[in-house]
């Protein structure tokens, strides 16, 4: 599973490098070698863990969507926050006159720790590696 990890590591980098990736990675077209070498590094990352071919697609659908998501809705200003956790300057306002109307939120916002720029996609990746490893043990037992 470690080369998985480093697979989305990676991933996570090229779209940093590459801000025009968005765009020219959704809805169908046809792949070029560049994204089709991307999904054979993944599969085989994926080739002794007991998954079956379909699971091992399925697995890098899973995390090749995930990087695109959490980056879209932090940066597409989706979310009341940045990459980085800072609140919106409106947001910041709201939820100092109001923020009353919003405990659960407000709680969560000031008793949360300082964030890297990944640290939602890597709470995200984390979550996912577990849950494909839960499965991968079940088939080893």
């Not at 070498?37 to 863990?49: P, R």
């Not at 949360?112 to 984390?126: I, V, W």
Request: proline residues 6%.
């Amino acid at each position: 599973m470690s080369g998985y990890q480093e697979w989305a590591h990676q991933l996570w980098e090229a779209w940093d490098r590459h801000p025009w990736l968005p765009g020219a990675t959704i809805g169908e077209r046809i792949m070029g070698p560049k994204e089709i070498g991307w999904t054979e590094v993944a599969v085989a990352a994926l080739a002794e863990t007991g998954l079956n071919g379909s699971e091992q697609m399925d697995a890098v659908l899973l995390l090749s969507g995930h990087v695109p998501n959490t980056r879209s809705v932090t940066s597409a200003g989706t979310q009341p926050w940045t990459r980085q956790r800072q609140l919106s300057p409106a947001l910041s306002v709201m939820l100092d006159q109001a923020g009353d109307r919003f405990p659960a939120l407000s709680a969560a916002i000031a008793s949360a720790g300082p964030s890297t720029p990944c640290g939602s996609c890597e709470f995200g990746l984390q979550r996912r590696l577990d849950g494909l490893e839960v499965l991968i043990t079940q088939r080893t037992r």
